[in-house]
């Protein structure tokens, strides 16, 4: 069964101090590894993916890492409006053509400013 | 290019009735899956639905089930509404079951409360 743990479950930074949110998973096989951002209420909104050990991708603040057991999403001098819940998931080989997604509980994010 | 929409934003019943909700895909995605998200808990996997099918189901009891239209728009529908199935419950859609793209991109979810 496929299992994905995230933690912290909860980080309180100040603006300007950067951090990283872990992502380690369980999977037999992986197909890709997905980071979300959920505002309160809202619909995740889709971050990265990521395919294969060792590959990076960038956007704006934040820098997603993956390696055979974990993803890492860095948060570099975050500000207050990157306050929000980031959300990991896996999509595994044994999914076939369904590709659903396997979830984490999620890391929720303040940005003091 | 419009995203994902499901309608309606939030919806109240009581414990027994039925729940009907809506999802309409990005243009030109044929896929859509749905999720619970349950308050405390992680986003659950609940349904698959391909060009008109339902391909496959999550660990949820048969009183939950939907169908896809021929535009691929789809409905939800929850029978015998218990107090638990009060959660937020998102539609995302795919471009292609066989190609190679695989992100799911999501709507802004129905909240859906049982009294």
């Known amino acids: 069964e496929d299992q994905v743990t995230q933690s912290p479950e909860a980080l309180r930074l100040q603006e300007g101090e950067s951090s990283s949110l872990n992502c380690s998973y369980t999977v037999s096989g992986l197909r890709g590894l997905f980071w979300y951002r959920q505002d309160p209420g809202k619909g995740p909104e889709f971050l990265f993916t990521?395919?294969?050990a060792g590959e990076e991708k960038e956007k704006e603040r934040l820098k997603a890492t993956l390696t055979k057991k974990e993803s890492f999403l860095h948060i570099t001098a975050p500000k207050p409006e990157d306050s929000a819940t980031y959300l990991c998931a896996v999509q595994s080989l044994s999914s076939g053509s369904a590709r659903q997604l396997t979830f984490g509980s999620g890391t929720q994010l303040t940005v003091l400013p | 290019e419009a995203g994902v929409t499901q309608s309606p934003t939030h919806l109240i019943k009581t414990r027994g009735q039925q729940a009907t909700l809506r999802c309409s895909p990005i243009?030109?995605?044929?896929?859509v899956y749905w999720y619970q998200q349950a308050l405390g808990l992680g986003l659950q996997f609940l349904l698959w639905y391909d060009e008109g099918e339902e391909r496959n189901r999550g660990n949820f009891p048969p009183r939950f089930s939907g169908r896809q239209f021929p535009n691929y728009s789809s409905e939800l529908n929850v029978n015998a509404l218990e107090l638990e199935d009060s959660a937020l419950y998102l539609c995302?859609?795919?471009?292609?079951?066989?190609?190679?793209?695989?992100?799911?991109?999501f709507g802004p979810g129905t909240r859906l409360t049982v009294l």
């Open positions: 243009s030109g995605h044929t896929s």
């Open positions: 995302a859609s795919r471009h292609h079951r066989s190609g190679s793209y695989n992100e799911q991109f």
């Open positions: 990521l395919y294969s």
